[in-house]
């Protein structure tokens, strides 16, 4: 089965960096996502790493180490509207297509 | 059409009535996917299609769900004699082919209500 963990909430300063985590256990691997969602709003595609590195989208950076199974979310610049809940998720194994998302990280900007 | 529709935005409903939830995806998008999100939760996979076909029903948490797709693009899903645990917001996504950077168009959702 697959089963991801990722902190439950997180709070930073406006213009500051913040990291959101995600570690994973899946039977086959076919890429971590990220998804923003604000509340009572659809979940938005951000990023999405198959390969090992860093993947650079404006502010938004995605991280992954398969071998750690571990991957990260880099959000720099934050602003306001950033306040928001952000999940990591991978796809399931081979012959299903539907992502598992993890419990999201519920992400608060203050001033 | 422009993003992927879902209706109603809201639905109450006594529990042991049956409801309709639908998904309209976005035009070409041959997959469809409905997922379940409960307060402060992540989102659970209910079923996906490929076209009108469902391959993967695993999801499904019990017999009283349950989805079609016609035309290749409208889908409904129902719900049989509700109960209070199904209170949740369901939401529908559709991509244009599976295995695409994993990107997924999610609707707002309908956040259902039983009493």
């Known amino acids: 089965g697959q089963s991801l963990e990722q902190p439950s909430e997180v709070t930073a300063v406006e213009g500051a960096i913040v990291q959101i985590n995600c570690t994973y256990q899946t039977s086959g691997f076919y890429g971590l996502s990220w998804y923003q969602q604000h509340d009572g709003g659809a979940p938005t595609f951000l990023s999405y790493?198959?390969?090992?590195g860093l993947e650079e989208t404006g502010r938004f950076s995605s991280f992954l180490s398969r071998s750690d199974s571990y991957g990260y979310l880099l959000l720099q610049e934050l602003q306001m509207k950033d306040s928001a809940s952000y999940f990591c998720a991978v796809r399931a194994p081979r012959g299903a297509n539907n992502l598992f998302f993890g419990t999201g990280t519920r992400l608060t900007v203050i001033p | 059409g422009a993003g992927v529709s879902q209706s109603p935005s809201n639905k109450v409903t006594e529990k042991g009535k049956d409801v309709e939830l639908r998904c309209d995806p976005i035009?070409?998008?041959?997959?469809l996917y409905w997922y379940r999100q409960s307060l402060g939760q992540g989102l659970e996979f209910l079923i996906y299609?490929?076209?009108?076909?469902?391959?993967?029903k695993s999801g499904l948490p019990s017999d009283r769900f349950s989805a079609e797709r016609t035309g290749g693009s409208v889908s409904t899903l129902t719900i049989q004699r509700t109960q209070q645990e199904d209170s949740a917001v369901y939401l529908c996504?559709?991509?244009?082919?599976?295995?695409?950077?994993?990107?997924?168009?999610f609707g707002a959702g309908t956040r259902l209500s039983v009493l």
């Open positions: 035009s070409g998008h041959t997959a």
């Open positions: 996504a559709s991509s244009p082919r599976t295995g695409v950077k994993n990107i997924q168009y």
């Open positions: 790493n198959a390969l090992d």
């Open positions: 299609f490929q076209g009108n076909s469902a391959p993967d």
